[in-house]
């Protein structure tokens, strides 16, 4: 796992500078992490790079690095008003599973939850077992490969053991990703074409249903936030869907412009809420 803290030499003031968490996918290399923290460089954060490799997919790195990201943001400032977002690039939603759930277990850590301003979810993240098979064969196989096990899990045996395994981390990790405790702004990546996420609308649904406060937001303009920035009694986060026709993993390399424009979109949300 490459760990690696970026700090912005165009931020005047570090004490006070936002921070984006980049939880990268498998394989990626710091190269390629590095080009999604270039878009929160240009609007003064300060990022942290985790870049996981194909051999860490277990609760044990998960962990350990929840440990390592908790203690990171210890250190990183006092300030009680501190602005941190998460961008999740594939796996790395599952990471960031364990981190709330870290946070969760831990109480003392509990006071990070209100740290948190935004996430942003390049492709949802694996809801059930059938779904992290679907992602295997979606990053490792073939569409014909999904169509059949997606249907039978059980029907070849060295994944029978993966299947149960997949099943117990998606039971236990997972709803600490729709928790009504998330208190804070969406961005949801898609692509009917990247097909490692089979269950994205219901994610979406589930994030809705359990969390009263986030709305959808509406490209149209008609948002409270948009309406009325003063409003010091507007409570809602919302919920921005972003859908794009690339493959898994090449959404910022396909659209460049559009991607960067997603998450300007998100900046621009939780700065004026974090005005009010």
């Not at 946070?103 to 390049?122: A, E, H, R």
């Not at 196989?141 to 149960?164: A, C, H, R, V």
């Amino acid at each position: 796992m490459i760990f690696k803290y970026f700090e912005n030499p165009n931020c005047s003031n570090q004490e006070n500078s936002p921070l984006t968490i980049i939880l990268g996918f498998a394989g990626g290399s710091e190269r390629l992490i590095k080009s999604y923290s270039n878009l929160w460089s240009k609007r003064g954060f300060n990022c942290l790079l985790l870049c996981q490799t194909d051999v860490e997919f277990n609760s044990y790195f998960y962990i350990d690095y929840s440990n390592k990201i908790v203690k990171f943001i210890e250190n990183y400032n006092k300030n009680p008003n501190q602005i941190i977002c998460f961008h999740c690039l594939s796996i790395g939603n599952t990471l960031f599973s364990y981190f709330l759930k870290y946070i969760q277990d831990n109480k003392q850590y509990s006071y990070i939850l209100n740290l948190i301003k935004g996430t942003v979810y390049d492709i949802g993240p694996l809801i059930d077992g059938k779904d992290h098979l679907c992602g295997y064969y979606g990053t490792f196989g073939t569409l014909d490969d999904i169509n059949k096990y997606s249907i039978s899990p059980y029907s070849e045996k060295p994944f029978q053991f993966l299947y149960k395994c997949w099943e117990y981390q998606c039971k236990h990790y997972y709803p600490c990703l729709i928790s009504p405790n998330n208190k804070w702004h969406h961005l949801v990546i898609t692509s009917p074409n990247d097909m490692v996420t089979i269950s994205i609308e219901t994610f979406l649904e589930q994030l809705i249903t359990n969390n009263t406060s986030l709305k959808k937001f509406q490209n149209d303009g008609n948002n409270d936030n948009n309406n009325n920035n003063n409003n010091k009694n507007n409570n809602n986060f919302y919920l921005i869907k972003k859908v794009f026709g690339s493959n898994h993993c090449c959404h910022l390399p396909m659209n460049p412009k559009e991607y960067e424009e997603s998450i300007n979109q998100l900046i621009d949300l939780l700065i004026n809420k974090s005005k009010l």
